[in-house]
């Protein structure tokens, strides 16, 4: 058996050892060695092999995967600028602490800074956005048994920290795999991996998966009760950190403002609109909170940002792991799942009805005029339509940019749904991989919705190609199109002094069927026109791609005309 083979047969065996139940390939002809042994582990039944022709969707679709099913899965390309391709999925899943395997093979030592072919400086490539990186060394002959205990020590090294379970810091790990020719087979026996190596190895008997029980890793945050006016905001953070927190907000009787992809969102004191009430200032000034909990990472709205950044706010961050979200500096305690003290006496109940009594009130003048005729099928309206139709288990990845938003300030929390959104670094890149990997490990198993715009779709189209072969979401992506990057609209690039330059540096027209487009890669497609055409285009079972056509202009107008009937319902007309 030649090294190449050797080594792949015996990575593929530590990390399905260690876990990993996916993996994600992009062909290359230099990681052949392990896309083979991966392919032989799918046929023996260990492990389910995704394939994908670009390594920017395969990563994402990685992403995905791992986001869902909570465990790392490996993405595997060949070397040069394939590896580079990686990168924003890295960036993502190291700031939204998701467990991904970046394994990119490598030339040998001896080709870098040659001229060779399909060759670059691969070591250190994502520099501080990994975990834990290493460059393997190059397989060789006749150092079989140091190599395998080596090797299988590597491996479960790196699922250690991908996982978090040293750390409380989950995030991706990168293994710069160098590889010398044959890089195929030769000893006719495929999917054979090397014997386990004798003897302890890494501290852990042979045999069992190495793990390590770190004290208080994963611990769930036990928010400690005080003054009268507590509230609770929830940004984007793993689903069970946000159930936790929202169980211990519901314990204090605590309103909690919570982000989608919180895991919070469905808490008991949910507040639906939250950055609607933020944004109304005589409001506010009247019912300011005298704390402010913060748990994961918020991003979505201004006025939760100004409300963080109030000097007469106490503002306490939980901080799960390492890394914690307070952008401005603002935090007067930073503390292991305890901030705060148990001396301030017993809650303001008469404050917190009045945060819920102004939430209705808000949800309702909302709903009025969404559902008021004159405005058709909006992009608002369709967010808050779309997660009031879902099935209860459903899975809805929401993309960056406006439909997160709208689901935020518009729709009705719901707590009988998973709901995923690459807020890490808010791109909208990736965002069909990251629902096709979603929904194929979707812990529920029911059907998978994703809500994006149509610059977001268009970003990511080669994530709507599935080989022959390879497994077939139940995903239905619904598409608000507008002909562009909507958003802008709505913020300081849509304003009419910036008029001249806006259609083509901002609104970026596209000018194209999304209809069409997804029926040429494969994907069944429907055009929604009236709102009561909804329910039934989202029943139809995916893999179905929903295109809603909206207009930029009269969504930045309806935007407005929510936030002021947000203000007379709370009585600042």
């Known amino acids: 058996m030649n090294p190449a083979t050797a080594f792949a047969r015996v990575l593929v065996d530590e990390m399905v050892r260690g876990g990993v139940t996916d993996a994600v390939v992009a062909p290359g002809s230099r990681s052949a060695p392990v896309a083979l042994a991966l392919a032989d582990a799918e046929t023996a039944g260990r492990l389910r092999l995704h394939v994908r022709i670009d390594e920017r969707t395969a990563a994402f679709l990685a992403l995905g995967l791992a986001r869902a099913a909570g ?36 030339r040998p030592p001896e080709l870098r800074s040659t001229g060779a072919n399909q060759t670059i400086e691969q070591p250190g490539l994502y520099g501080g956005a990994v975990r834990w990186a290493v460059d393997v060394g190059v397989p060789e002959a006749g150092r079989e048994a140091a190599q395998n205990r080596y090797w299988r020590s590597v491996v479960a090294k790196a699922l250690l920290v991908a996982r978090g379970d040293v750390s409380g810091d989950p995030g991706p790990v990168h293994l710069n795999l160098g590889l010398r020719e044959p890089l195929l087979p030769d000893d006719g026996t495929p999917g054979t991996p090397a014997p386990l190596p004798s003897g302890d190895l890494a501290g852990r008997p042979d045999g069992a998966p190495w793990t390590v029980a ?10 400690v009760g005080t003054a009268g006016r507590t509230l609770v905001v ?40 939250a950055a609607l009430l933020l944004a109304a200032p005589d409001w506010l000034a009247a019912h300011r909170p005298e704390r402010v909990v913060v748990v994961g990472r918020p991003t979505l709205s201004r006025p939760v940002s100004a409300l963080l950044a109030d000097p007469a706010v106490r503002v306490e961050t939980v901080a799960a792991t390492p890394r914690w979200a307070d952008p401005g500096r603002g935090s007067a305690v930073v503390g292991a799942g305890r901030p705060g003290t148990d001396d301030a006496g017993p809650s303001d109940e008469a404050w917190v009805a009045d945060w819920s009594a102004a939430a209705t009130r808000v949800g309702g003048a909302v709903d009025a005029e969404l559902d008021d005729p004159a405005h058709g099928l909006t992009a608002a309206r369709l967010a808050r339509d779309v997660v009031a139709a879902l099935p209860a288990g459903a899975l809805l990845v929401v993309g960056s940019s406006t439909p997160v938003r709208d689901v935020d300030r518009l729709a009705v929390p719901r707590g009988d749904l998973t709901v995923l959104a690459n807020r890490g670094v808010a791109g909208i890149d990736g965002t069909i991989s990251t629902a096709v990997g979603a929904a194929l490990a979707h812990p529920g198993g029911g059907p998978a919705f994703a809500l994006m715009g149509d610059l977001t779709f268009l970003h990511d189209l080669t994530g709507l190609l599935t080989g ?7 995903l239905t992506v619904v598409v608000p199109d507008n002909d562009g990057g909507g958003i802008f609209a709505q913020l300081e690039p849509g304003q009419p002094q910036h008029a001249s330059s806006y259609r083509r540096v901002f609104g970026t027209p596209h000018g194209r069927d999304l209809v069409a487009v997804a029926r040429a890669l494969g994907w069944a497609a429907t055009a929604v026109d009236e709102p009561g055409q909804l329910p039934a285009a989202l029943a139809a079972g995916g893999p179905r791609v929903v295109v809603v056509r909206t207009d930029a202009a009269a969504d930045a107008a309806l935007a407005v005309r929510l936030r002021e009937v947000a203000a007379a319902a709370l009585g600042q007309a």
Request: charged share 15%.
């Open 71 to 106: 465990r790392p899965v490996p993405v595997l390309t060949t070397s040069g600028t394939a590896t580079a391709h990686l990168h924003a999925a890295v960036l993502e899943a190291a700031a939204s602490g998701v467990p991904l395997l970046a394994l990119t093979a490598d």
């Open 214 to 223: 770190a004290p208080g890793a994963g611990a769930p945050p036990a928010l």
């Open 468 to 474: 022959e072969g390879e497994a077939v979401p139940d």
């Open 234 to 273: 929830a940004g984007d953070a793993p689903a069970a950190l946000g159930r936790a927190a929202a169980a211990a907000a519901d314990r204090h009787g605590w309103p909690v403002l919570a982000e989608p992809s919180s895991g919070a969102w469905g808490a008991a004191g949910a507040v639906r609109g």
